[in-house]
């Protein structure tokens, strides 16, 4: 992929994220879900790369970069696509559970955790250090997971 | 044993075969048990495994030992209504229906592993090696085809293992000879040819590199293997 196609991808993303934050201004519940789902889509692609190449086992520092940034940037806004009444209530179907709304301390706590490691990978990243992304790929994926084995219902 | 008399047993399953079959009979449940803990390096080794198996078996129904064969038990369907309507022929290896629901339990195990192959997770964490050709919304949706055609695999294992233990309760012994090769001689069939040690050598080295290249994301660089 080229640089600049990256670049546009990352741009779109931002838009999204920015989208995300602007939730609390007059979007219904469901369009919430569905914006949420968006952003989610795009997190877990982001992912899904950087993942790819740590375990490529010979990752490239550029692709690494670019998706380590959008990580970072989506991490730092997941908080804001969990404005209240998006959850099952909202009548779009959802994995989001009450107790995101019923324990809203947890909920950022875990925001928090996801947020700080991403910002360690982004960091490792954005200096090239391809050795210390990889250490610290696995903290970023448990913080994913703690959250989701808590806050998220299980697939189906 | 007398000069003359023929011996009351044949050697039907090679040891390859049941080496194949009793390592897919553990893995299968090992699979399903290592993705639902959510051990997926465990669970791509699993596959891997399986995958590396399901091609030596291929090699092996054409170059393996004379019961392993797919000339030796897959026959057209007029043999396999024949059969069905009055059973009772004796037949080296499965019989006509049995040895296409063999195939068809290769055919499934062989798709499963190819959608895992291309899968990935609701997070993007954990994907096979070749979801790098595939988008995420489309290793999404192949994820979800792999868990659907678990139930597919499961049906014919269930199927499989019912066939066995309608077998076996009518006086068939079909699962000692699977475990020690040997069967009972059926009147007027030969021992089915036995397969050199070097197709062996040759079958599973194939094999082993072609899965290899497979788990790799078909590559030829070590160390992505996890």
Same mark, same amino acid.
């Given at each position: 992929?080229? %640089?600049?196609?990256? %670049?546009?991808?990352?741009?779109?993303?931002?838009?999204?994220?920015?989208?995300?934050?602007?939730?609390?201004?007059?979007?219904?519940?469901?369009?919430?879900?569905?914006? %949420?789902?968006?952003?989610?889509?795009?997190?877990?692609?982001?992912?899904?790369?950087?993942?790819?190449?740590?375990?490529?086992?010979?990752? #490239?520092?550029?692709?690494?970069?670019?998706?380590? !940034?959008?990580?970072?940037?989506?991490?730092?806004?997941?908080?804001?696509?969990?404005?209240?009444?998006?959850?099952?209530?909202?009548?779009?179907?959802?994995?989001?559970?009450?107790?995101?709304?019923?324990?809203?301390?947890?909920?950022?706590?875990?925001?928090?955790?996801?947020? !700080?490691?991403?910002?360690?990978?982004?960091?490792?990243? #954005?200096?090239? !250090?391809?050795?210390?992304?990889?250490?610290?790929?696995?903290?970023?994926?448990?913080?994913?997971?703690?959250?989701?084995?808590?806050?998220?219902?299980?697939?189906? | /044993?007398?000069?003359?008399?023929?011996?009351?047993?044949?050697?039907?399953?090679?040891?390859?075969?049941?080496?194949? $079959?009793?390592?897919?009979?553990?893995?299968?449940?090992?699979?399903?048990?290592?993705?639902? $803990?959510?051990?997926?390096?465990? $669970?791509?080794?699993?596959?891997?495994?399986?995958?590396?198996?399901?091609?030596?078996?291929?090699?092996?129904?054409?170059? *393996? *030992?004379?019961?392993?064969?797919?000339?030796?038990?897959?026959?057209?369907?007029?043999?396999?209504?024949?059969?069905?309507?009055?059973? *009772?022929?004796?037949?080296?290896?499965?019989?006509?229906?049995?040895?296409?629901?063999?195939?068809? /339990?290769?055919?499934?195990?062989?798709?499963?592993?190819?959608?895992?192959?291309?899968?990935?997770?609701?997070?993007?964490?954990?994907?096979?090696?070749?979801?790098?050709?595939?988008?995420?919304?489309?290793?999404?949706?192949?994820?979800?085809?792999?868990?659907?055609?678990?139930?597919?695999?499961?049906?014919?294992?269930?199927? $499989?293992?019912?066939?066995?233990?309608?077998?076996?309760?009518?006086?068939?012994?079909?699962?000692?000879? /699977?475990?020690?090769?040997?069967?009972?001689?059926?009147?007027?069939?030969?021992?089915?040819?036995?397969?050199?040690?070097?197709?062996?050598?040759?079958?599973?080295?194939?094999?082993?590199?072609?899965?290899?290249?497979?788990?790799?994301?078909?590559?030829?660089?070590?160390?992505?293997?996890?």
């Amino acid at each position: 992929m080229s %640089r600049l196609k990256l %670049r546009a991808g990352a741009v779109g993303m931002t838009a999204a994220l920015l989208a995300g934050g602007a939730l609390a201004a007059g979007l219904s519940g469901a369009e919430a879900v569905k914006l %949420r789902q968006t952003n989610m889509k795009a997190l877990g692609a982001a992912s899904k790369a950087f993942f790819e190449q740590i375990r490529s086992g010979a990752p #490239d520092k550029g692709v690494v970069k670019v998706q380590a !940034d959008k990580i970072e940037a989506a991490a730092k806004a997941l908080p804001t696509w969990f404005p209240s009444g998006s959850g099952p209530e909202a009548g779009a179907k959802t994995g989001a559970l009450p107790i995101i709304w019923a324990q809203p301390d947890a909920f950022a706590a875990a925001g928090r955790r996801l947020a !700080d490691q991403a910002a360690k990978l982004d960091a490792a990243g #954005d200096a090239g !250090d391809l050795a210390a992304v990889a250490a610290q790929a696995p903290a970023l994926g448990a913080a994913c997971k703690g959250c989701h084995d808590k806050f998220r219902a299980p697939e189906k | /044993m007398s000069g003359e008399a023929a011996p009351q047993t044949i050697l039907l399953w090679d040891l390859p075969t049941r080496l194949v $079959h009793w390592l897919i009979a553990l893995l299968v449940p090992f699979s399903w048990w290592s993705a639902t $803990h959510e051990h997926l390096p465990w $669970h791509r080794l699993s596959g891997y495994t399986i995958l590396a198996l399901l091609i030596f078996r291929l090699i092996w129904g054409f170059v *393996g *030992g004379g019961g392993a064969r797919f000339s030796t038990f897959l026959r057209g369907p007029g043999a396999v209504i024949a059969y069905v309507r009055r059973r *009772g022929a004796a037949f080296l290896s499965h019989n006509p229906l049995g040895g296409w629901s063999v195939a068809a /339990m290769l055919a499934a195990l062989t798709l499963q592993v190819s959608l895992g192959l291309f899968s990935v997770d609701e997070d993007g964490l954990e994907a096979g090696p070749l979801s790098k050709f595939v988008s995420f919304d489309v290793g999404r949706s192949i994820a979800r085809i792999h868990h659907l055609t678990f139930w597919l695999l499961l049906a014919l294992i269930a199927l $499989h293992l019912g066939a066995v233990a309608f077998y076996e309760l009518r006086g068939s012994r079909l699962t000692l000879p /699977m475990v020690t090769g040997r069967a009972a001689r059926a009147a007027g069939l030969a021992e089915p040819r036995r397969a050199p040690l070097i197709a062996f050598l040759l079958a599973a080295a194939a094999a082993a590199a072609i899965a290899w290249f497979i788990a790799q994301g078909l590559g030829l660089r070590a160390g992505a293997l996890s």
